[in-house]
């Protein structure tokens, strides 16, 4: 912990150290840099608030899934579920159904593949 934090310490004096010399050197280098990070840290602040909400919204359909996973890949309920032949009753929890949460972010097509090409990325 004590290198991690002599390392951020050193990188902080660094940067103000890159900083004073473009001050002294081209004073409109400075200002654009200082521009330049604000931005970064706006961008970064509305990134994190958009995944945020994102994950927030898709709690409640990550919880089914990973409860009817549960259900069906663990040893002892999906021994009643065949016992009890209550397949039919997960009919209505198809990956198609579950997937649907992800529609409205617009990569998922209808049958759940990614609908970004690899060279757009």
Same mark, same amino acid.
């Given at each position: 912990?004590?290198? &991690?934090l002599?390392?951020? &310490?050193? %990188?902080?004096?660094?940067?103000?150290?890159v900083?004073v010399?473009l001050? /002294?050197?081209?004073?409109?280098?400075?200002?654009?840099?200082?521009?330049?990070?604000?931005?970064?840290i706006l961008?970064?602040?509305?990134?994190?608030r958009?995944?945020?909400?994102?994950?927030?919204?898709?709690?409640? /359909?990550?919880?089914? !899934?990973?409860?009817?996973?549960?259900?069906?890949?663990?040893?002892?309920p999906?021994?009643?579920? !065949?016992?009890?032949?209550?397949?039919? %009753?997960?009919?209505?929890? %198809?990956?198609?159904?579950i997937?649907g &949460?992800? !529609?409205?972010? &617009?990569?998922w097509?209808?049958?759940g593949? %990614?609908?970004?090409s690899?060279?757009? !990325?």
């Amino acid at each position: 912990m004590t290198n &991690g934090l002599m390392s951020v &310490g050193s %990188s902080a004096l660094g940067v103000v150290a890159v900083g004073v010399a473009l001050l /002294t050197i081209e004073p409109l280098f400075f200002a654009l840099g200082v521009l330049a990070a604000v931005l970064l840290i706006l961008t970064r602040l509305g990134v994190g608030r958009a995944l945020y909400r994102f994950a927030v919204e898709q709690t409640p /359909t990550d919880r089914q !899934r990973n409860y009817i996973q549960f259900l069906l890949v663990d040893k002892d309920p999906a021994k009643e579920i !065949r016992a009890y032949e209550l397949g039919g %009753s997960f009919g209505h929890a %198809s990956p198609h159904s579950i997937r649907g &949460g992800y !529609r409205h972010c &617009g990569n998922w097509s209808a049958n759940g593949a %990614s609908r970004a090409s690899p060279a757009g !990325r």
